[in-house]
């Protein structure tokens, strides 16, 4: 069943300029995001689907941006495609939700990344 559905757009331009600030991208992104991101030939599209990504889970789950937080989740690629990782603290307000799995699937075209997230309790 679905718990909740959440998109989020970032655009890519606009991101590019945030990350040229240090301080931004640490306060916003994982460690293991900001390798990913900075291994690719244009790490601002990268960093754009990730902010997308927290952003659209957090509408998902009801709670906000300010309710969960920035660094409270992060993007992992897998083989298999992106998945939502979180800690512990925001695991268990999923699970008080009655949250069992998420869905993420991330894209960017011209200017803009995108992020969709769907809940399944």
Same mark, same amino acid.
């Given at each position: 069943?679905?718990a909740?559905v #959440?998109?989020?757009m970032? #655009? %890519?331009?606009?991101?590019k300029r945030?990350i040229?600030?240090? /301080?931004?991208?640490?306060?916003?992104f994982? #460690?293991?995001? %900001?390798e990913?991101?900075?291994? +690719? +030939?244009t790490?601002?599209?990268?960093f754009a689907?990730?902010?997308?990504?927290?952003?659209a889970?957090?509408?998902? %789950?009801g709670?906000?941006l300010a309710?969960i937080?920035?660094?409270s *989740?992060?993007v /992992?690629?897998?083989d *298999?495609?992106p998945v %939502?990782?979180?800690?512990?603290?925001?695991r268990e307000?999923?699970?008080? /939700?009655? $949250?069992?799995?998420?869905?993420?699937s991330l894209a960017?075209?011209?200017?803009?990344?995108?992020?969709? $997230?769907v809940l399944?309790s």
């Amino acid at each position: 069943m679905i718990a909740g559905v #959440g998109t989020d757009m970032c #655009g %890519i331009s606009r991101m590019k300029r945030a990350i040229e600030c240090e /301080r931004f991208v640490v306060r916003v992104f994982s #460690g293991e995001e %900001i390798e990913y991101a900075m291994s +690719k +030939k244009t790490p601002e599209r990268h960093f754009a689907s990730a902010f997308a990504a927290k952003e659209a889970l957090a509408k998902a %789950i009801g709670l906000g941006l300010a309710g969960i937080g920035f660094s409270s *989740s992060w993007v /992992r690629r897998t083989d *298999s495609g992106p998945v %939502i990782m979180m800690t512990d603290a925001l695991r268990e307000k999923f699970e008080e /939700r009655s $949250v069992r799995r998420s869905w993420l699937s991330l894209a960017h075209e011209g200017d803009y990344a995108m992020a969709f $997230v769907v809940l399944e309790s």
